[in-house]
């Protein structure tokens, strides 16, 4: 498996609740997201080394996921700790699922799957944050990439209507959309060749854009998304 470099994002933080897990895909790589039941975020190689059934497949319980087919059990640093099978084994420390880092940061997970990277390397942000969605797009990421860079953000209220789009490059997989006084930060994950997740986060306190604001903002990135894949423009279009 060949892995890409620096930290990636992988989900929005409120879409992995305690003790549930999600597949991904990281430029054609198989992931699992996986929460603890105490809120811990855990990324790991999304296969079981017994049969290599995908773990996004399996259950967690408390610190523990357990892979669906047989039911071995994993701790949080990817050691097999329980065959069901062979209860009494003392299991081979051999038997173990590669892990990587995983880090939140502005209500997104990040994973770094060559290196555990200081987090100094996600740009942070203080004004608070309010998910908005992940969205997948089947087009490649640098083709998101250029039409983000062409954006044109419609500002959440009337009085900033005609408010300019500033784009903001913070890292090769983290922008901003500056409209007036709204703040989009976009998170770019590459799945794979022909399909690419944005996660979007508006960056301001849910007081102000809870509801109305990310439905807004929703509707941007679904005119994205239906601008790329239909080819129709090369400007996104205001969202009605």
């Not at 892979?67 to 081979?92: N, S």
Request: proline share 6%; glycine share 8%; aromatic share 8%.
């Amino acid at each position: 498996m060949t892995y890409a470099e620096g930290w990636i994002p992988v989900a929005l933080s409120d879409a992995l609740e305690p003790g549930t897990s999600a597949g991904t895909l990281i430029d054609g790589s198989e992931i699992v997201v996986w929460r603890d039941t105490k809120g811990d975020a855990h990324v790991w190689e999304d296969r079981c080394p017994h049969r290599g059934m995908r773990m996004s497949f399996g259950f967690v319980r408390g610190d523990h996921i357990a892979c669906l087919y047989h039911g071995w059990q994993y701790d949080a640093a990817g050691q097999c700790q329980y065959i069901p099978a062979h209860p009494d084994l003392e299991v081979p420390k051999t038997i173990k699922v590669p892990t990587f880092a995983a880090r939140e940061q502005n209500g997104i997970i990040w994973t770094a799957l060559t290196a555990d990277l200081p987090t100094a390397a996600i740009p942070a942000d203080e004004t608070g944050f309010t998910p908005v969605r992940t969205i997948h797009i089947d087009r490649a990421s640098t083709d998101v990439l250029t039409a983000l860079q062409s954006a044109r953000l419609p500002a959440f209220g009337d009085a900033a209507a005609d408010a300019p789009t500033v784009f903001s490059k913070l890292s090769d997989r983290l922008l901003t959309l500056t409209a007036g006084s709204d703040r989009l930060l976009v998170a770019i994950q590459s799945c794979s060749q022909v399909k690419t997740a944005l996660h979007l986060v508006i960056l301001g306190s849910p007081t102000t854009y809870q509801g109305a604001g990310q439905k807004h903002f929703s509707r941007f990135a679904e005119s994205l998304r239906h601008s790329l894949e239909n080819k129709t423009n090369d400007r996104i279009a205001e969202p009605a």
